[in-house]
């Protein structure tokens, strides 16, 4: 089994819809969670880290739960924007600065 | 701030060269940087941890002869594809965490070296 899985889509959705990923981890010394986007042939960017309570940056909520060992980011009010690949990425402390990925989940956003 | 660079960002060589990648952190200082590489629709996969002062720790399956790391500086790794073959032909991705010491903390990449081995 993977360390951190996700599904690859891709999600087709239209504008305007919302959208959810998950993302399991199988490590439960995992400490912390962040989401990355990753557009075609460019290197990932930073969305967003995930807290134990949620949080929100905008259109994008990121949620932790850690009894079942996954991490979730919406989508609201999809934008063709949107369209990129979403990586999740999970760190324990015990690995220090080290992430492990999972293989992304691709979003197609249509008009 | 956490801008990482990379140089260069496409290069094409001969089978049998070596080629020589740089990644630098431009506004911070980086004790540890990460080198990933990508192949097409695949996902990142790690390759190494940069230590500054320090050898490079290579994930399994990476050869360390083959994918020389020197982490120079606190803002300065390089990396060093040694006898490219056609096979190397990736994306090689460089990260940094703005932070040192065993806490996590987010890290920024590089924005990536493109390499065709012809």
């Known amino acids: 089994r993977k360390e951190v899985e996700q599904d690859p889509g891709p999600f087709n959705v239209p504008e305007g819809a919302t959208v959810a990923f998950n993302c399991t981890y199988s490590?439960?010394?995992?400490?912390?969670f962040f989401w990355y986007r990753q557009d075609c042939r460019k290197e990932p960017k930073l969305l967003m880290s995930v807290y134990s309570s949620g949080n929100e940056d905008g259109r994008f909520t990121a949620q932790l739960n850690r009894a079942s060992q996954y991490i979730s980011l919406l989508i609201r009010d999809s934008k063709l924007s949107d369209s990129a690949t979403y990586l999740c990425?999970?760190?324990?402390?015990?690995?220090?600065?080290?992430?492990?990925f999972g293989g992304g989940t691709r979003l197609m956003v249509k008009p | 701030g956490a801008v990482v660079s990379q140089h260069p960002s496409r290069v094409i060589c001969k089978s049998g060269t070596s080629v020589k990648i740089e990644c630098r952190s431009l506004d911070f200082q980086a004790t540890t940087m990460f080198w990933y590489r990508q192949f097409p629709k695949q996902s990142l996969m790690l390759m190494a941890t940069s230590n500054e002062g320090s050898k490079a720790t290579y994930e399994q399956g990476v050869e360390k002869d083959k994918f020389l790391i020197n982490h120079a500086s606190l803002t300065l790794s390089t990396l060093t594809v040694t006898s490219a073959h056609p096979e190397d032909s990736s994306f090689y991705i460089c990260?940094?965490?703005?932070?040192?010491?065993?806490?996590?903390?987010?890290?920024?990449f590089g924005p990536g070296t493109r390499l065709t081995v012809t």
């Open positions: 990425a999970v760190n324990n402390q015990n690995a220090g600065n080290m992430l492990t």
């Open positions: 490590n439960s010394a995992s400490q912390s």
């Open positions: 990260s940094a965490a703005p932070h040192s010491g065993s806490a996590p903390y987010e890290q920024y």
